[in-house]
């Protein structure tokens, strides 16, 4: 037997615990530097709006902090449980990517919410 034969459990741990550590780093010392989310934001009107800015910011840590969580569970449950189709390396890559992949999409789909064509508020009222 291998020293360490459940390689989805490490993998998902250590992806949770960067999660996490990301979650809290954002949430205590947010970016300054707009120049990463300027690259990942569709439009082109909303790229120097600091409102958005912030919101972007203060919405995409909660994703942060699921995701740690559920990867750190997952690792968990895989050390007790042995089901060796379900908690495989390559199951571990393929939950990883595309839950990362989904964290944009909603994060603007939240901001197309919050904020209309030009970059500004909606009203809480219309929504």
């Known amino acids: 037997m291998e020293p360490f034969s459940n390689y989805f459990a490490l993998l998902t741990f250590f992806t949770g615990i960067l999660f996490l550590v990301q979650f ?10 707009k120049r ?7 439009k082109k009107e909303w790229r120097d ?13 909660i994703p942060y902090f699921i995701l740690g969580v559920f990867y750190i569970v997952a690792a968990i449950l895989s050390i007790f449980f042995s ?28 901001l197309e919410k919050r904020f209309d064509e030009d970059g500004n508020p909606r009203s809480t009222l219309n929504s």
């Open 24 to 33: 809290i780093i954002f949430k205590f010392f947010p970016p300054a530097n």
């Open 83 to 110: 089901a060796p189709a379900i908690f495989s390396f390559e199951v571990a890559i393929k939950i990883i990517a595309i839950s990362i992949l989904i964290v944009v999409p909603i994060r603007n789909e939240y």
């Open 36 to 42: 990463w989310y300027n690259e990942i934001v569709v």
């Open 49 to 61: 709006n600091i409102a958005i800015w912030r919101e972007a910011q203060r919405f995409l840590i």
